[in-house]
């Protein structure tokens, strides 16, 4: 069974910098992409950045261009998300997520990890 860790997150005030990680443990597996989700208070999950595993292009969501950067660990599995610039439009659960090859969406999900930005 695959699993995948996360950790990182916490309380920090706007303007600040977090990161995120996300390792997977478990029986191996061949990833497709991994991305990153979030859902804030009464919302529904978005989408935030994504990273295809093989050659390593990224996708972002228009909210968070040019202040996140998503980066992914070969060797480990693992795919980080940098988040600089934070504002408190940002607080939410944040979610990793795995596509296998040959899976038409994310089928491995983290278990979430709160960031709370402060105004």
């Known amino acids: 069974q695959v699993q995948l860790v996360q950790s990182g997150g916490g309380l920090v005030q706007a303007g600040d910098s977090l990161r995120l990680s996300c390792a997977a443990s478990?029986?191996?597996?061949?990833?497709?992409?991994m991305g990153w989700f979030r859902q804030a208070p009464g919302k529904g999950r978005e989408f935030v950045a994504s990273?295809?595993?093989?050659?390593?292009?990224?996708y972002y969501s228009d909210s968070v261009k040019g202040r996140f950067s998503v980066s992914r660990e070969a060797a480990r599995y693992a795919t980080n998300l940098q988040m600089n610039n934070l504002l408190p439009e940002d607080t939410a659960v944040y979610f990793c997520?795995?596509?296998?090859?040959?899976?038409?969406?994310?089928?491995?999900w983290g278990q979430g990890t709160q960031v709370t930005v402060s105004s």
């Open positions: 478990g029986r191996p597996f061949s990833a497709y992409a």
């Open positions: 990273i295809r595993w093989s050659g390593g292009s990224t």
């Open positions: 997520a795995a596509q296998r090859v040959g899976a038409s969406e994310y089928d491995i």
